[in-house]
């Protein structure tokens, strides 16, 4: 099965060690190849606990959902020739017991989700299209690229702003750059109800 853009095998799913804390984010598609390889076990929390499923197991209890018509409205369902299945949110790795790395990747992306999507100059949002990488003090004038001095910038304040500091071309900075404290993707995804079950697990 090819997995398109808007597929629910490219739905992203929380990974925790084999002690229930989260180490990354990875698409249905792998999480899948996890479970057939009884290398995971899905995590539902189900009235408010946690239930363990391996792959077959969780096969039943999807179907028996399906026959009863209780999808709910934020899950992801793939209907194969064989069976339907619910995309899980979460799945812990059986043999997998390092602890998460704290650092935070820096990049483009990451930088764009710490700053909401929004120009840090004209307060707008803007697509990823629509924004680029700004350094605040400039790499003329001995500017680090690094969380502390870029900012996400829409196109036309960039080119207004060039190659001086916010002070110099008389411009406000709306906020000072920080390193986040945890993924900006985890942090941007906690947003929906569709990753809600995630909060007992990243904070």
């Not at 697509?127 to 004038?141: A, E, F, I, T, Y």
């Amino acid at each position: 099965m090819i997995a398109h853009t808007n597929s629910p095998l490219n739905a992203n799913v929380l990974v925790l060690n084999r002690m229930y804390m989260a180490v990354h984010v990875v698409s249905a598609r792998r999480a899948f190849c996890l479970l057939c390889k009884e290398l995971a076990e899905v995590v539902n929390i189900e009235d408010g606990a946690y239930m363990a499923y391996d792959f077959d197991t969780w096969l039943e209890v999807c179907e028996l959902r399906d026959a009863a018509d209780d999808r709910g409205p934020h899950e992801d369902w793939i209907n194969s020739v064989n069976f339907v299945v619910q995309i899980p949110r979460i799945i812990r790795l059986l043999n997998f017991d390092r602890v998460p790395k704290n650092a935070v990747k820096f990049s483009r992306r990451n930088v764009f989700l710490r700053d909401d999507y929004c120009c840090q100059y004209c307060g707008r949002k803007f697509s990823s299209s629509g924004l680029s990488l700004d350094h605040v003090m400039p790499r003329s004038q001995g500017g680090p690229t690094n969380w502390s001095n870029i900012v996400a910038a829409c196109l036309k304040c960039n080119v207004r702003k060039g190659g001086r500091t916010p002070g110099q071309a008389n411009m406000k900075l709306l906020t000072q750059p920080t390193r986040p404290q945890k993924n900006p993707s985890l942090a941007y995804q906690l947003r929906s109800e569709k990753y809600e079950s995630w909060k007992s697990f990243v904070k």
